[in-house]
């Protein structure tokens, strides 16, 4: 800028000894414009940050726990047969569903007749020997003592004849109550002993047998009760919500899982699903708890359920700790921490201290 105005004085008819006196009173001229610029424009110190503010909101909320398990259902039986032998024919499929009192499957009963024809053999013999004791009682020749170990003879001949017919009737098994064939562990031809198990059951009285198992942790597992509604989703009817209610609470942890055990019992209306089929449940608290709602972007230093916020007091920030109960989209729901007089930063939140000077916008 000087060595313009100098080439201009250089050009004009200003004398010399003057012309060092208006180059002076211009750039003094020049600099104080500038100066009187800089004053005009608004100034804004580094140290004052800009931070934008929101009310606390309050909410009472219904608490709810999640869990996730598998579908199964109320009564679950290993059918086998009381004897052993050889399996004659299985009925059913696994899968498949049966009605109460249907015949699920039976043994050879070759050897079954032959031990209830002996048995009836016997009994008619000791029979014959009690009435011919009897005769022979009454006419002196036999004593007592004969007559009695007769009868005896004949009593034992009865309860023997007895348990065949027990155990032949038991060489078919019956389906006890409705239900499905989640596993044959036995076939057709096997030769199987007393009590092996053959079909492996799941009981579906009237469809109201179903039950979605659940792992909880002991504070929920203590928050529950027998008898509380639930929902429940299956993943093989993600468009449906099911009804629900707390039918059995373990009372003992998982060894394996190492988590308390709860039932719940689904109305499933006409919907058969299947065992071991996946779902989640939210499990309704019987009473409501007060909540804070704050923007998510308002947290600083997260971690776990415990974080910070900063709130605005005197014209100052503080740093707050708070407790998170859960989230939900974009927003926390703080359960410690918090009233709802508090205006909380939620802006610039990374660049604050509790030394920081502030400005409030809008």
């Not at 004085?9 to 009173?25: Q, T, Y």
């Amino acid at each position: 800028m000087k060595s313009k105005i100098q080439k201009y004085l250089k050009g004009s008819f200003i004398p010399d000894s003057r012309k060092s006196l208006v180059l002076l009173l211009v750039l003094s001229l020049f600099y104080a414009c500038k100066e009187e610029k800089k004053e005009n424009l608004p100034f804004e110190s580094a140290d004052v940050i800009p931070i934008k503010t929101a009310s606390v909101q309050s909410l009472a909320l219904k608490n709810t726990i999640s869990a996730s398990g598998l579908v199964t259902t109320e009564n679950q039986a290993n059918y086998g047969f009381k004897i052993g032998g050889i399996i004659n024919r299985i009925y059913v499929e696994e899968g498949q569903f049966f009605k109460k009192g249907q015949l699920l499957a039976s043994l050879d009963e070759t050897e079954i007749n032959a031990g209830l024809n002996q048995t009836d053999l016997n009994l008619k013999k000791y029979e014959r020997d009690y009435k011919r004791a009897g005769n022979l009682y009454k006419d002196s020749v036999y004593t007592l003592e004969q007559l009695q170990n007769t009868k005896t003879g004949l009593d034992i001949a009865k309860k023997q004849k007895d348990a065949v017919a027990f155990n032949a009737r038991y060489s078919k098994i019956y389906a006890a109550a409705d239900g499905f064939v989640s596993k044959k562990i036995a076939n057709e031809g096997e030769i199987v002993g007393a009590g092996a198990p053959i079909l492996a059951i799941n009981e579906t009285s009237q469809n109201n047998n179903y039950l979605l198992k659940v792992g909880l942790t002991d504070k929920e597992w203590a928050a529950v009760k027998v008898g509380q509604k639930a929902t429940v989703t299956l993943d093989g009817y993600p468009d449906e919500k099911f009804g629900a209610f707390i039918f059995r609470k373990s009372q003992a942890a998982d060894a394996a899982l190492g988590s308390f055990q709860v039932e719940l019992k689904l109305s499933l209306n006409k919907n058969k699903p299947a065992v071991g089929m996946f779902g989640k449940t939210e499990i309704n608290a019987e009473h409501s708890e007060d909540f804070m709602i704050i923007p998510y972007n308002s947290l600083i230093e997260a971690d776990g359920n415990k974080a910070f916020v900063f709130i605005v007091e005197n014209n100052k920030v503080k740093r707050q700790p708070v407790i998170i109960n859960k989230f939900e989209n974009n927003k926390v729901f703080i359960k410690e921490g918090l009233q709802k007089t508090d205006q909380i930063v939620i802006s610039n939140s990374a660049y604050l201290n509790e030394q920081s000077t502030i400005k409030i916008i809008k």
